[in-house]
């Protein structure tokens, strides 16, 4: 008898063209497929709670998927693991009703962007955060943050990935500093295409002075994607959880 598995999966996005299994290349979707159907004889397509970018990483991604099984649950993690690259890993394994969706049945998410704000790159730290050699302001960059606290439309600040809407509710947009790393926490019901690494590029610039903490509030307003940018670079971005009503 099929059942319904709900995992938590975390990877390093580095080496992968994103989440979402494509023709050709590696994706974190093509590599879970085929571990489940490696070990379980059964070709399976999972659901995940979001489609994380190539180079995004993740520590709370939220996968389903519906398999037959004769052993354990704790026994399908263990060869599951066994059997995955090096660079992903399910950190935990229940099954769960038919009907539970890792998307659409989420209410909140969150993720982390880390910056290591320091002269000199460090080539151990270059996977996991952004390098931004020139001094930030902090506490510029903090002011800036909370004005995306609240229900905004989002426009220019990213793409809807289903249906056309681009408001969005963000719970937590805060900034942590310890020496020199920064990081970057954001929490909201769902998120736009690209819309953390756009919030993080625009927090950067408010940081080196190029715009004032009160001028985000004028960009979200004006909904132009054009005055928004760059994105910081996908490395150092990463999901770290997905919350769900149960």
Same mark, same amino acid.
């Given at each position: ?52 970018? &190539?180079?995004?990483? !993740? =520590?709370? #991604?939220? @996968? ?9 649950? +704790?026994?399908?993690?263990r060869a ?36 290591l704000n ?21 506490? &510029?960059?903090?002011? !800036? =943050?909370? #004005?995306? @606290? ?9 793409? +809807? ?64 994607? &054009?005055?928004?940018g760059p ?16």
């Amino acid at each position: 008898m099929e059942l319904r598995y709900r995992a938590t999966v975390e990877y390093d996005g580095t080496d992968f063209l994103g989440f979402q299994v494509q023709a050709r290349g590696r994706t974190i979707q093509g590599e879970l497929e085929k571990a489940i159907e490696r070990v379980t004889q059964k070709q399976v397509r999972i659901l995940g709670a979001g489609r994380t970018d &190539a180079g995004v990483h !993740a =520590s709370g #991604q939220v @996968i389903a998927f519906d398999v037959s099984w004769r052993h354990t649950t +704790p026994e399908l993690q263990r060869a599951l693991n066994a059997v995955l690259p090096v660079d992903i890993a399910i950190r935990d394994l229940t099954t769960t009703y038919f009907t539970f969706h890792p998307r659409f049945d989420a209410i909140r998410r969150r993720y982390r962007y880390t910056i290591l704000n320091q002269p000199v790159r460090s080539p151990l730290g270059m996977r996991y955060a952004h390098h931004v050699p020139e001094p930030l302001d902090v506490e &510029a960059m903090r002011e !800036a =943050s909370r #004005q995306f @606290i609240g229900c905004h439309d989002y426009a220019a600040f990213g793409k +809807p990935t289903q249906g056309e809407s681009t408001l969005r509710e963000v719970m937590q947009a805060e900034w942590f500093a310890e020496g020199t790393l920064l990081t970057f926490e954001i929490t909201a019901n769902a998120f736009l295409y690209q819309m953390v690494r756009n919030i993080v590029g625009t927090l950067v610039r408010v940081g080196r002075g190029e715009l004032a903490p009160g001028e985000v509030t004028a960009l979200l307003e004006a909904g132009e994607r &054009a005055t928004v940018g760059p994105p910081a670079p996908a490395r150092g971005l990463c999901l770290m959880g997905v919350e769900y009503a149960d």
